[in-house]
């Protein structure tokens, strides 16, 4: 494909010598430099779904190329073991609500004790008080004060155990209840995992899973991403990473679209150099969107570097190596400035008046 340069309009005057070998003059005009790069357009917000838990794949609620909402039921997974957690946790979860609260209770019969107890207490305490009286005024023995006195003070501590039995029993029931309802209640959680729902509005653009394949939580299922807003990925090479910036121009062209040029601008990039084909990734936004896009249509793009104003260049193909001419007097060092796929600047070596000859294959 033909790369889109904007950039010197020239003409050379080509002359034939005796070898028949072409030669040029350098000319003065402006010079627009260019990164090349190319490109792959992806869907924005594109992301591949996981699942956290393993299971078999059931079902698809949605089909390839369908719009989803936020929250939509994408896949169903299943697994037996889970709901036998959430039934088994939900009987533990009514039995700790019956032992705190139902009709008959630890509780319950605790503070049945307690009020016998009450009872019990308050009848010492009357005839201990009556014994003490009789003991002040020397009535009766010292022995038979001693026994009610005893019996007064047990039933007063079996009351205190009583109730320090009650408090314990509570604080008890009352932890193993919210125990069983978090427990519950993650099960539940655990379960809803099952269903994978979508996290964006957008369109599914691919399943990778059919049913009754086994789920793992290392392999995705699903491919979801904006079903109108696309990027343009580009793969720039290392050694021109440095000179780009985000705001600037890019002019792409696509294979499906053979012959248009559509203008972007440069929205991110990626600091990480992918070390096998040493390149790094830049994103681009459309400014003029091609009408139809679909994920992974590929082409190459021109980014906008800098333009010079009435600059002596030369076509790039007449460079010997990076810095070097054929001319009448034979090969001479020149100095190069900027260039884009066609042309080359030069800033010292030769001058307009010098002839210059494409190189010896």
């Known amino acids: 494909m ?3 340069i904007t950039g010197i309009l020239v003409c050379f ?3 034939s010598c ?3 070998e072409e030669k040029i003059l350098p000319v003065y005009g402006d010079l627009t430099e260019f990164v090349y790069a190319s490109v792959k357009v992806q869907p924005d917000s594109l992301y591949k779904v996981y699942s956290t838990v393993n299971g078999i794949m059931d079902k698809a609620f949605v089909e390839e190329g369908e719009l989803v909402k936020v929250g939509d039921p994408i896949l169903q997974i299943v697994n037996s073991n889970p709901k ?4 088994n946790a939900l009987l533990s979860f009514k039995l700790a609500q019956e032992n705190l609260s139902g009709e008959r209770t630890v509780l319950d019969g605790i503070e049945d004790e307690m009020e016998a107890a009450r009872l019990k207490l308050h009848n010492d305490s009357v005839h201990f008080k009556r014994q003490e009286k009789l003991w002040e005024q020397q009535i009766g023995s010292q022995s038979a004060y001693e026994e009610k006195k005893l019996a007064y003070e047990l039933s007063r501590n079996r009351l205190q155990l009583l109730q320090n039995r009650y408090r314990l029993t509570r604080n008890e029931l009352e932890t193993q209840l919210k125990q069983a309802r978090n427990n ?7 379960t809803a995992e099952y269903t994978i729902h979508s996290k964006i509005n957008g369109k599914i653009y691919a399943f990778y899973k059919n049913k009754g ?3 793992t939580t290392q392999e995705p299922l699903a491919s979801l991403g904006s079903d109108s807003v696309f990027v343009a990925n580009l793969l720039v090479d290392e050694v021109d990473i440095v000179r780009l910036k985000k705001g600037q121009q890019v002019l792409i062209q696509l294979d499906a679209y053979e ?5 972007a601008v440069i929205h991110k990039i990626f600091p990480k150099k992918d070390e096998f084909n040493q390149t790094f990734t830049v994103e681009a936004r459309f400014r003029n969107t091609p009408p139809i896009l679909y994920p992974g249509l590929s ?3 021109n980014i906008f570097i800098g333009r010079k104003k009435n600059v002596l260049s030369i076509p790039r193909n007449y460079l010997v190596g990076d810095s070097s001419v054929r001319t009448e007097d034979g090969l001479i060092h020149v100095t190069t400035g900027m260039q884009n796929m066609e042309m080359v600047e030069i800033t010292s070596g030769i001058s307009k008046d010098t002839w210059i000859y494409k190189p010896i294959p």
């Open 213 to 215: 394949e086994i789920v």
């Open 2 to 4: 033909a790369r889109q």
């Open 299 to 301: 082409g190459e793009a």
């Open 184 to 190: 519950y209640e993650t099960s539940l959680i655990n």
């Open 84 to 87: 036998l957690n959430t039934q």
């Open 18 to 20: 005796n070898t028949n």
């Open 13 to 15: 005057l080509f002359l």
């Open 259 to 263: 012959g248009e040029v559509f203008e």
